[in-house]
C-alpha cells in the first residue's frame, strides 16, 4: 500500500461505485429471459431452429468458436471495466458535489492545520456567501504512515491512517451503504468510543491479516513521516473487505496531542507540526454552491501560505491520470481493437470453413426454394448466436466471478485498489460478441449468397 | 533468467522440429512439406486469416512489453554504480526527504566521496538537490483551448481557430481526451465564442489593459479570480469588445500536470555526478537568473536546465516540437518567467523529465527551503556499497538514509512489475484465444482433407508422419505470423509514452519513456506465436492419425 501519495492515493477511494450482484443479476435474468422469449417466435424459431442444428452438427467447431469468443471478451471487458470506471470518476456531477480543498501548487499537499476551521466553514466573509455546515459537510484528512516494525519494515507490517475526524467516517466517507446493518453499528460503536478514548483505531481487515493482529490488541506504530512522533494505540474495530480493507482511521485528536507533546518535549514545534493538514473535504448541492465555495477559498487572504486550490474530486483524480493517458490510450485504441479484430478473424475462419464444407448443401437449400437472404440469416444467423451467447455468457461470468468472488480485480493503475466490473458489462458482451460475429461472418455469408446451384452440381456430376 | 531461457528453449525446440524431424523422414518427409506449402496457398484465404490474427496477437504482445522494457531501461539508465543517494532518515522517496545544510555538509566530507580535480578547491562530487513536484494547470485548459474554447496563433494573438461546438466536435473531443474533465465542458460554447470573439480576430485588450502577447494574455486571465473579463478586439480594421464570466474560465483551468522540478546548487557538479552533458545552451550563472526583454520591458528570468523529454512536453504547449535555448516558460503561480538555459543529455533516464534551476531560487518558490537528498560519487560500484553502508551503520552525525543509485533506482521497478504482471495475464488469454482459434482451422482443414490423408495412408505414410505433417503446417504459419506480428509490434520501438515509476512505498515519479523493441521481446513475441502453433496445431494433428484410411475414402 503506497501510504505516501498524499493527495492522490485515496481519492480512489471516494465516489468509486460499487454495483450491486443482485441488481446486475435481476438484469441478466430478464437478458436471458427476453432472449428465451425470442426463441419462441415462430418465425425466429423456424431458422433457429435451422441454426441450432447446424451449429450441434460440428460440436467441437462451435465449441472452440464460442471460448475462443469468451475468452476475448473477458479480455475486453475488463479493459473496458477500467477505462470506464475512470471515466465514472473524473466525470464531473451534477449535483451532490464533493470539492478538494490542497496546496495549489505542490505535491503532497501539506497545509497548516490551523486552515482546517475556516476551510471547513466554506471560508465565508460576508453576508450572501454559502456556507457550509461543517459538522455534516466537511472533513480534514491527514495521512500517518507507520510500521510495527522499523527494524525491518515490510508493506506487510506497514500501515496507513486517515486521520480524521471519526464521526465523519459514516457521513463523509463513500461506501458506508454498503456496510450489513450489523457491521455499521459496529463501526458507529468504534467510532463514539473513538470520541472519548483518542487512542483507539479502526484497521482494515486485510491489513489486520498483514500484521497479525485482532480487534482488542494494542499496537505500537513508528512513525515514517511524522518522525518521532509514535502512537501507541488499541484496535476496537475491523474495517470491513472492500474499498477500507487496507486502510486504518485514527482520530484527529491524538495526531494533534503527540504534535503538542513533542513541542512540550523538545520546546520547539515538530517539523511536520505546519503541514499536518493534506486535504479537506467538502460536501456542496451542485455546481452553483460549488464555484461559490471555490470564489470564497481562493479568494481569502487567509489561505495565502501555502496558496490553496478547490477542485471537485473528479478533477483531482483527473491531474492523477495524466501520467497515464498514454497508456489508457493505448489500451482504448490498441488492444481493444486488436483483439474485437482478432475475434472477428477466429469467427471469419469458421463460418468461412462452415460455408466451404456445406456448399452442397446450400445449393440443396436453394433447390428447395430458399432465397438468399434466408441463407444469409442462417449463415449470419449462427455466428450472431455463438458470438452473442458466448459475449454474454463471458461477461456475465466475468462479473459474477470478479464482483461477487474476488470481491474485484486488481489493476496497477494510480490509486485506485480494485475495479468492479460494471452492470454495463452484461451488455458489453453481448454487443462485443454480436459485433464481431456480424463483421466477421458477413463476407463469407454473402458469398453463400452468391453460391450458384448449377456450378455445385456440375461439379458433383 | 531462467524465463529467457525457457522461451529461448520453446522457440529452439520447435525449429528443430522443423528443421531436423521432418526431414528425417526421407522423401515422404519432403513430398508431405511440398503438400502442406501448396495446401496453405491453395486455401489463401483461410491462411491469410490467420497469418492477420497472429499478426494482431504477437503484436499487441510485443508493443504491451516495449511498453515495460522502455520503463526498465529508464531505472536502468538513470543510476550510476559509483553514486550514492542519501535522504533524511525514514523516507521512501525523495519527494519526502528533508535534509538540513549541516547534514548534507557532514555527509560529503566522507573520504570515500571523490573530488572533482576540476576546480581549484577540489570540491567534493556531491549533488546537493531539492525535489519538488509543481502542480501546474495545462496551459492549453486555461485560455489556448483548442477543442474548448479558440486557437491562437503561436506567435501572436490572432485567434485562428473558434469552436463550432458541433456534437462531432465534443465527440471528437471526448474521444481523443476521454478522462479530462474538460471533456465535460466540451458540448458548452467556449469562453471566447461567448465572448463573441470569431476567427481571425486580434485580440488587443485584455480589461482595457493592452496585451502583447499569448502567454501574457494567459498569464493574466489565471490571475483572475472573479467576476468578467472583457476582451478587446481588432475585427477588419474596427476594435471590438467582448465579455465573459471568469467561472469560464476556472473550469477549464482544473486540467493539470505534474511538473517535477530539481533545485541544484552546483550545475556543474550536478551534471558530472549524474554523468550528463548539455546538449545545447549552457549551464545557469551562479546567481540562477538572467535579465531577459519581454514585450519591451526589461525582466528577471529564473534560468533552468530542461531535460529532452520535458523540452518536449513544455514544447507541444507552444505549438513547438521542443523548447530550445532562450525559450521562455512559466511555473507555479508566479509571475517570474523561467527561461531556458540548456537542454541536458538525460534522454534514457528518469531526469529526462525534470527541470533543473537553482536550489534557492525553486526551493523559495515551492515552500521546500531545506535539500531532499545529496548524491555523492564514488569510485565505483564497491565503494559506493560501502559508503551506503558506512552512511547506514556507522555514521552518528546526522540521521539519514542511504542507498547506492543502483538499488534506490531498482526499488522503482515496482511499478514496472505490476505492469509485468497485468500483461502476462492478458498475453495468456490472448494466447488462449488464439490456441482455440487455430486449432478450430486446423480441425476443419484436417475434415477438409480426410480423403487425402487417407490417400496418404494407403501409399505408405505412417500416422506419425501425417501427425508431423499437420503439426508442421501449423507450426510454419505460426512462426510466418510470429515473424510478421514481431515485426508489426517493432514499429512501436522508438515511440515515447508517459508514464509512472514507484517504488510502491510511495512518491514515484512521472517519466517520459521510450518504448524499446529487443531480442528478448522478439524472442518473448516469438515464443507466444509457437506455443500457439504447437498447442493449436497438437491437438487437430493427433486426431488425423486416427483416422481409418478405409473410412476417410469411403
Known amino acids: ?461 | 533468467m531462467l524465463q529467457s531461457l525457457a522461451l529461448l528453449g520453446v522457440v529452439g525446440l520447435t525449429v528443430l522440429f522443423i528443421a531436423v524431424v521432418v526431414p528425417q523422414l526421407g522423401w515422404l518427409g519432403k513430398i508431405l512439406s511440398r503438400y502442406n506449402a501448396r495446401n496453405l496457398v491453395v486455401r489463401w484465404p483461410i491462411t491469410l486469416m490467420l497469418l492477420a490474427a497472429f499478426i494482431m496477437q504477437v503484436g499487441i504482445v510485443v508493443v504491451m512489453l516495449a511498453f515495460v522494457r522502455g520503463l526498465e531501461a529508464l531505472t536502468e539508465g538513470s543510476s550510476i554504480p559509483g553514486n550514492v543517494i542519501v535522504m533524511s532518515e525514514g523516507s521512501t522517496d525523495e519527494l519526502f526527504s528533508n535534509l538540513g545544510y549541516s547534514d548534507i555538509s557532514d555527509v560529503e566530507r566522507l573520504p570515500l566521496v571523490l573530488r572533482d580535480e576540476s576546480t581549484a578547491d577540489r570540491k567534493p562530487l556531491a549533488s546537493w538537490e531539492v525535489y519538488v513536484v509543481v502542480n501546474q494547470p495545462l496551459p492549453d485548459a486555461v485560455v489556448n483551448s483548442r477543442k474548448f474554447g479558440c486557437k491562437f496563433a503561436s506567435d501572436s494573438l490572432r485567434v485562428v481557430e473558434l469552436p463550432k461546438a458541433s456534437f462531432f466536435e465534443a465527440l471528437a473531443a471526448v474521444a481523443s481526451d476521454p478522462f479530462s474533465p474538460l471533456a465535460a465542458m466540451s458540448r458548452a460554447k467556449g469562453p471566447m465564442e461567448s465572448a463573441g470573439l470569431m476567427a481571425g480576430d486580434e485580440v488587443t485588450k485584455y480589461n482595457n489593459w493592452p496585451v502583447a502577447s499569448h502567454d501574457e494574455l494567459r498569464r493574466v486571465m489565471m490571475g483572475k479570480q472573479s467576476g468578467m473579463i472583457t476582451l478587446g478586439y481588432m475585427r477588419d480594421g474596427k476594435a471590438g469588445e467582448g465579455q465573459f464570466s471568469v467561472d469560464a474560465i476556472r473550469v477549464l483551468e482544473r486540467a493539470r500536470r505534474f511538473l517535477q522540478v530539481r533545485g541544484i546548487d552546483s550545475p556543474e557538479t550536478s551534471l558530472k555526478v549524474h554523468g550528463f552533458e548539455l546538449l545545447a545552451g549552457k549551464v545557469f550563472s551562479e546567481a540562477g537568473v538572467r535579465t531577459i526583454n519581454l514585450n519591451g520591458s526589461e525582466r528577471t528570468a529564473v534560468e533552468a536546465i530542461l531535460g529532452e523529454g520535458i523540452a518536449r512536453t513544455l514544447g507541444e504547449d507552444v505549438d513547438k516540437p521542443s523548447l530550445v535555448e532562450g525559450d521562455l516558460f512559466y511555473l507555479g503561480d508566479s509571475v517570474q518567467p523561467f527561461v531556458v538555459a540548456g537542454i541536458s543529455s538525460t534522454s534514457g533516464s528518469t531526469f529526462d523529465s525534470e527541470i533543473w534551476a537553482k536550489q534557492s531560487l525553486v526551493g523559495r518558490k515551492f515552500g521546500k527551503n531545506s535539500f531532499s537528498t545529496v548524491v555523492l560519487r564514488t569510485q565505483g560500484a564497491q565503494e559506493a556499497a560501502s559508503l551506503s553502508r558506512e552512511l547506514r551503520d556507522d555514521f552518528k552525525k546526522a540521521a539519514v538514509r542511504a542507498q547506492t543509485e543502483e538499488e534506490y533506482y531498482s526499488s522503482l521497478n515496482s511499478t514496472n512489475k505490476q505492469f509485468l504482471y497485468a500483461i502476462s495475464f492478458v498475453a495468456a488469454i490472448v494466447t488462449v484465444g488464439g490456441v482455440l482459434g487455430l486449432m478450430n482451422t486446423m480441425f476443419a482443414a484436417i475434415s477438409q482433407r480426410m480423403k487425402d490423408i487417407g490417400v496418404l495412408r494407403i501409399l505408405g505414410y505412417s500416422g506419425f508422419q501425417v501427425l508431423a505433417a499437420f503439426l508442421c503446417e501449423a507450426l510454419i504459419l505460426a512462426f510466418i505470423g510470429g515473424l510478421l506480428g514481431c515485426a508489426a509490434g517493432s514499429l512501436a520501438d522508438g515511440f515515447t509514452a508517459n508514464s509512472i515509476i514507484s517504488s510502491g512505498q510511495g512518491g514515484g515519479k512521472s517519466v517520459v519513456l521510450r518504448m524499446t523493441v529487443d531480442g528478448r521481446i522478439i524472442l518473448y513475441g516469438m515464443s507466444v506465436a509457437m506455443i500457439i502453433g504447437l498447442l493449436g496445431g497438437a491437438l487437430p494433428a493427433f486426431n488425423s492419425t486416427r483416422i481409418k484410411p478405409l473410412d476417410a475414402l469411403r
Not at chain 1, 441454426?51 to 452438427?57: G, T
Not at chain 1, 471515466?87 to 451534477?94: I, R
Not at chain 1, 454559502?130 to 516494525?149: E, H, N, R, V
Open chain 1, 1 to 461: 500500500m503506497n501510504w505516501e501519495d498524499l493527495d492522490g492515493r485515496f481519492l480512489g477511494l471516494v465516489d468509486t461505485p460499487r454495483h450491486a450482484l443482485e441488481t446486475t443479476l435481476v438484469q441478466f435474468a430478464a437478458l436471458f429471459f427476453f432472449v428465451t422469449a425470442l426463441l419462441f417466435l415462430p418465425r425466429v424459431w423456424f431458422y433457429m431452429s435451422f441454426i441450432v442444428r447446424n451449429l450441434w452438427r460440428n460440436k467441437i467447431r462451435t465449441f472452440l468458436t464460442g471460448v475462443a469468443t469468451m475468452v476475448l471478451v473477458l479480455v475486453v471487458t475488463l479493459v473496458w471495466t477500467v477505462l470506464s470506471f475512470l471515466n465514472l470518476v473524473t466525470s464531473e456531477k451534477a449535483s451532490n458535489l464533493k470539492a478538494i480543498v490542497t496546496e495549489r501548487w505542490q505535491v503532497p499537499s501539506q497545509m497548516p492545520y490551523a486552515y482546517a476551521t475556516r476551510l471547513t466553514e466554506g471560508a465565508t466573509k460576508e453576508e450572501g456567501d454559502y456556507s457550509i455546515d461543517p459538522k455534516q459537510d466537511s472533513m480534514t484528512w491527514a495521512f500517518y504512515g507507520g510500521t510495527l516494525d522499523p527494524a525491518n519494515r515490510t508493506t506487510e507490517n506497514s500501515l496507513f491512517f486517515f486521520v480524521m475526524e471519526p464521526d465523519r467516517f459514516l457521513t463523509m466517507m463513500d461506501g458506508i451503504d454498503e456496510l450489513t446493518a450489523e457491521k455499521k453499528a459496529e463501526v458507529e460503536a468504534a467510532i463514539k468510543a473513538m470520541e472519548s478514548d483518542f487512542n483507539k483505531v479502526m484497521v482494515g481487515a486485510n491489513k489486520l491479516r498483514q500484521l497479525n493482529k485482532k480487534v482488542g490488541e494494542r499496537i505500537k506504530v513508528t512513525s515514517l513521516n511524522y518522525k518521532d512522533i509514535d502512537i501507541e494505540c488499541e484496535i476496537i474495530c475491523e474495517l470491513p473487505e472492500g474499498r477500507y480493507e487496507q486502510a486504518a482511521v485514527m482520530p484527529r485528536e491524538r495526531l494533534n496531542r503527540a504534535l503538542d507533546d513533542y513541542e512540550r518535549k523538545n520546546r520547539k514545534p515538530h517539523p511536520m507540526a505546519n503541514k499536518s493538514l493534506n486535504l479537506v473535504w467538502l460536501r456542496v448541492p451542485d455546481t452553483k454552491a460549488f464555484q461559490a465555495v471555490e470564489r470564497q477559498i481562493t479568494t481569502s487572504s487567509e489561505f495565502k501560505s501555502p496558496s490553496v486550490k478547490v477542485e471537485t474530486a473528479s478533477s483531482g483524480v483527473a491531474s492523477f491520470l495524466d501520467a497515464y493517458k498514454d497508456m489508457l490510450w493505448g489500451m482504448r485504441w490498441i488492444l481493444v481493437p486488436f483483439i474485437l479484430i482478432t475475434m472477428s478473424l477466429i469467427i471469419a475462419m469458421a463460418i468461412s470453413i462452415g460455408v466451404r464444407e456445406r456448399r452442397k448443401e446450400i445449393a440443396v437449400l436453394k433447390v428447395l426454394g430458399f432465397g438468399p437472404s434466408q441463407v444469409l440469416i442462417l449463415i449470419l444467423g449462427e455466428a450472431l448466436l455463438v458470438g452473442g451467447l458466448c459475449g454474454m455468457a463471458s461477461s456475465g461470468v466475468t462479473l459474477w466471478f470478479i464482483n461477487g468472488y474476488l470481491g474485484g480485480f486488481k489493476f496497477p493503475i494510480a490509486f485506485f485498489p480494485t475495479f468492479m466490473v460494471p452492470e454495463e458489462a452484461l451488455w458489453w458482451g453481448p454487443l462485443m460478441g454480436l459485433g464481431t460475429a456480424l463483421a466477421g461472418s458477413l463476407t463469407p455469408s454473402l458469398s453463400a449468397c452468391r453460391i450458384k446451384v448449377s456450378e455445385v452440381f456440375s461439379r458433383t456430376s
